[in-house]
C-alpha cells in the first residue's frame, strides 16, 4: 500500500498536468484561428493617441488584438524555450518592432507588409515543429527581421502622433510583447522541465496550431 500510494499520487499530477496543457493549447488554437490580419486592428479604432494614456494603451492594445502578432510573439517565447540562449530570440523581436515603428515614421516603405507578417508567423509556426533541427543564430535573425515588418504596422497607429504619446505607445506595445513572450517561454519550459518528452510534444503540438492558424491569415490575404 505504502508503494503504491505515490506513484498513484505522480500519475494523478502528470494527468493534471497533461489535462492542463491540453486546455491551454485547445483554448489557444481557438484564439488564433479566430485571427484576422494585422492590418485590420487598430486599438484607438483607427485615431491617432493624444496622450500618454492613450498611447500606452494603445500600444498595449495592438499586440493583442492584431492576432497575427499575437500568434507570432507566443511562436517566439516557445522557441525561446527549446533553443540554447533562446532568450534572445524575444529579446531581438521586441527591439526590432521599435525599430519596425521608426521605419514607418520615416515614411520609408517596406515590400508587402501584411503578406510578411502571414508569413512568419507560418514560419514560426513550423519552426517550433522542427524545433530540434534549428541554429539559433538563424531564429534570432529570423525573428528580428519579423519585427521590424511587426513593428512597421504597428506605426500605422501612430502616424502624427506628438512625441509623449508615441513613446507611450513604444513602451506599451514593447512590455506587452516582452509579458507575452515571457509567459510562453515559461510554461513551454515547465512543461518540459516536467517531462521532457511530453512536454516537447506539446511545443510541437503548439507549433502546428501557430502554423494552421498563419496559413489562415495568408489564405485571408491572398483570397
Known sequence: MKNILPDRLCFDRLLSWRVSATAVWSLLAIVL????PASAHHPSGGNTPITFVQGFLSGVGHPVIGLDHLAF???VGLLAAVLSRGLWVPIAFVLATVAGTGVHLAELNLPAPELVISV????FGALAVVRN???AVVVVLLAAIAGVFHGYAYGEAVVGAEATPLVAYLIGFAGV?????YLSYFLAQ?????DQNSGLISVRHAGFMILGAGAAFLGGLVA
Open 120 to 123: 512568419s508567423v507560418l514560419l
Open 133 to 135: 533541427r534549428l541554429n
Open 177 to 181: 510583447q516582452g509579458v507575452i513572450a
Open 33 to 36: 484561428l479566430m485571427g484576422a
Open 73 to 75: 510573439v507566443i511562436a
Open 190 to 194: 515547465r512543461a518540459v522541465n516536467k
